[in-house]
């Protein structure tokens, strides 16, 4: 909430992020699969918005961890997204390697995550992205 407090989203000034509203950063249950407000989030606009309120607002001085994961993901999206055959993902892209380091991340993730209790995500769900990602490749991308 400190960023669309930053934001002003009644005010007429510029905005970094317009299009970012409460709903996105705490979206009700009928929202949270909504793809659009997932990139409307993970956007490069909002970690840019972050990190220049953070000079700012107090609640922002330690959004670095946020601001590094919605890069990450943001860059995940990116690199998933080729529209083009030129742009295809190939064993040697620089993309499929952002790819492969996302799955390391991930699997490193759920391990802290598992050996420290915290339940953020389930083993279904991780089975899930886990193959999600790999589909078509095997496991040592």
């Given at each position: 909430?400190?960023?669309?407090?930053?934001?002003?989203p009644?005010?007429?000034?510029?905005?970094?992020?317009?299009?970012l509203?409460n709903?996105?950063?705490?979206?009700?249950?009928?929202?949270?699969?909504?793809?659009?407000?997932?990139?409307?989030?993970?956007?490069?606009?909002?970690?840019?918005?972050?990190?220049?309120?953070?000079?700012?607002?107090?609640?922002?001085?330690?959004?670095?961890?946020?601001?590094?994961?919605?890069?990450?993901?943001?860059?995940?999206?990116?690199?998933?997204?080729?529209?083009?055959?030129?742009?295809?993902?190939?064993?040697?892209?620089?993309?499929y390697?952002i790819?492969?380091d996302?799955?390391?991340?991930?699997?490193?993730?759920?391990d802290?995550?598992?050996?420290?209790?915290?339940?953020?995500?389930?083993?279904d769900t991780?089975?899930?992205?886990s193959?999600?990602?790999?589909k078509?490749h095997s496991?040592?991308?």
């Amino acid at each position: 909430m400190p960023l669309i407090t930053s934001e002003n989203p009644f005010g007429f000034n510029l905005k970094i992020c317009p299009s970012l509203s409460n709903d996105e950063i705490h979206p009700k249950p009928y929202q949270k699969m909504n793809v659009g407000r997932a990139y409307c989030f993970f956007s490069e606009k909002t970690a840019i918005a972050m990190k220049i309120y953070r000079e700012f607002n107090i609640d922002l001085i330690v959004c670095g961890p946020s601001v590094i994961i919605i890069c990450r993901i943001n860059s995940l999206i990116q690199d998933m997204g080729s529209l083009i055959p030129s742009n295809s993902l190939t064993n040697a892209s620089p993309e499929y390697k952002i790819i492969k380091d996302f799955i390391d991340y991930l699997d490193e993730w759920h391990d802290n995550a598992k050996k420290n209790n915290y339940n953020f995500l389930t083993d279904d769900t991780y089975v899930f992205w886990s193959k999600s990602f790999t589909k078509g490749h095997s496991r040592n991308i």
